[in-house]
Nanobody, 130 residues
Framework: HVQLVESGGGSVQTGGSLNLSCIASRDAWSQNCMGWFRQAPGEEREGVAV????????YINSVKGRFTISTEDSDRTTLILQMNSLKPEDSGTYYC????????????????????????WGQGTQVTVS
């Protein structure tokens, strides 16, 4: 079972920036997809950004142009979410997810935002934008 540890959350004003980090164990990529999800109080958890081990990246529309997902380390064991121009609606608990099932369509691989496609989750880090 992969271990995921998030950090970097905090409280910022509207328009501010935060960088979230997720440190994962070496086998986090065994099913090819990792990502960031978030959950606001009283809301369902939603996917924010996902990355496939060979390069596919996707974002939900509300964060496109503001958030960037990336990996660090030669083993790609650190997953980063750079968040700029933050808005109050970005507030919530942000979760790192791994062991995501890679899908294919027309010869291209992609990752989904479907929670059930991810087998491992971190404990979450809180982001508050006011």
């Amino acid at each position: 079972h992969v271990q995921l540890v998030e950090s970097g959350g905090g409280s910022v004003q509207t328009g501010g920036s935060l960088n979230l980090s997720c440190i994962a164990s070496r086998d986090a990529w065994s099913q090819n997809c990792m990502g960031w999800f978030r959950q606001a109080p009283g809301e369902e958890r939603e996917g924010v950004a996902v990355v496939e081990r060979d390069g596919y990246i996707n974002y939900i529309n509300s964060v496109k142009g503001r958030f960037t997902i990336s990996t660090e380390d030669s083993d790609r064991t650190t997953l980063i979410l750079q968040m700029n121009s933050l808005k109050p609606e970005d507030s919530g608990t942000y979760y790192c997810a791994a062991h995501g099932e890679r899908r294919s369509y027309a010869g291209e691989y992609y990752c989904t935002f479907m929670i059930r496609h991810y087998g491992s989750w971190g404990q979450g880090t809180q982001v508050t934008v006011s």
